[in-house]
């Protein structure tokens, strides 16, 4: 004895409670597919309604996505700054940055993920401040989950947090991320090192910052570098460096160059860390090292 309809309808709907998006998507179609397929009579117009339900929750999602915040990628790698409130992101962003944004001495200065380009070791980087992470974003507490879609696209962490705060504040949005299935590589700046001693952690490696102190910057700057995990490779001819994700090759130089000059690479004259003798020659597929300087030999 099949259910009656107007239970099976109650019975949809208690299933699609608490649904949204991709999951409420997942679970209309699962509902269509056990539906019989009557072309009339109230399970034609049940399934109508479930037909309509999913066009709806398309829609919905749709929205939803254009406004969830969105950052779009600029130079080499993305490097987002996450931390609790007040830790002061926004003033490394600025510090490190031609950036102007407001900072302040209170919490949630900033309600949306900034970003600007800032040049590291003679390449531009894209830093990203992730404002807001709270206990329970990977809940989407604070719409946490939004901020954290965007923190996955990262190429690595700063985790900011202040000398004169508990270091468990950070620990708590740490664990968020983790949360969140979230892992990349990682250093923690001791903000304010002018106000306090700077911590310790047991796993991560700590730099204590203060946007008071040029030199404390400039190691910084110098320590994001390496967490981009990407090397400079010069050109013999001058310009920026190119940045590349090793292993990169003589023909992945040439390729960044122009497409075509990827084609014709018959290999290279090198020099620096990777040469053996100043000006070697080698061929398309010799890996190259930060600081070599290339000059690409086409056929
Ligand atoms: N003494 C000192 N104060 C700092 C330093 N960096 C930031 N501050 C102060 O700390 C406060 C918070 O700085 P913000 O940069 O707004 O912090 P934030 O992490 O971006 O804060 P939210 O956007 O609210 O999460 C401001 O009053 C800053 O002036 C520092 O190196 N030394
Ligand atoms: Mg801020």
Redo the contacts with the bound molecule.
């Keep these: 004895m099949p259910m009656p309809h107007r239970t099976q309808q109650q019975v949809i709907k208690r299933r699609l409670t608490g649904k949204e998006g991709a999951e409420r998507i997942r679970e209309l179609r699962a509902i269509l597919a056990e539906l019989p397929g009557y072309r009339n009579g109230p399970y034609a117009d049940l399934r109508k309604w479930v037909e309509g339900e999913l066009t709806a929750t398309r829609r919905r999602k749709r929205v939803v996505n254009r406004d969830s915040i969105a950052v779009r990628r600029e130079g080499a790698a993305q490097i987002a700054?996450v931390?609790?409130?007040?830790?002061?992101?926004?003033?490394?962003?600025?510090a490190l940055s031609a950036i102007q944004i407001?900072?302040?001495?209170?919490?949630?200065?900033?309600?949306r993920p900034v970003a600007a380009t800032t040049r590291l070791g003679g390449v531009l980087v894209q830093l990203v401040?992730i404002?807001?992470l709270i206990e329970g974003a990977a809940e989407d507490r604070g719409g946490g989950r939004a901020l954290l879609g965007v923190l996955r696209n990262a190429d690595a962490i700063l985790w900011?947090q202040?000398c004169d705060r508990p270091p468990e504040e950070l620990e708590a949005i740490r664990t968020e991320v983790a949360a969140a299935g979230i892992e990349l590589p990682g250093l923690v700046a001791a903000?304010?090192?002018?106000?306090a001693p700077p911590f310790g952690h047991p796993e991560l490696r700590v730099l204590p910052?203060?946007?008071?102190?040029d030199a404390s910057l400039e190691r910084l700057s110098e320590e994001l570098w390496a967490l981009t995990g990407l090397i400079r490779v010069h050109l013999r001819d001058g310009g920026d460096p190119i940045a590349l994700r090793p292993p990169a090759t003589v023909l992945d130089v040439a390729a960044a160059i122009h497409h075509e000059l990827g084609e014709h690479c018959a290999g290279a004259r090198i020099w620096g860390p990777s040469a053996h003798f100043e000006g070697q020659r080698v061929g398309p597929r010799h890996e190259l090292c930060d600081g070599d300087t290339v000059e690409v030999v086409s056929r």
């Design positions: 700054l931390g609790p409130p007040n830790a002061g992101k926004s003033s490394l962003l600025q407001r900072t302040g001495d209170y919490a949630f200065t900033t309600t401040e404002p807001g900011c202040a903000t304010k090192c002018d106000e910052v203060s946007v008071l102190d």
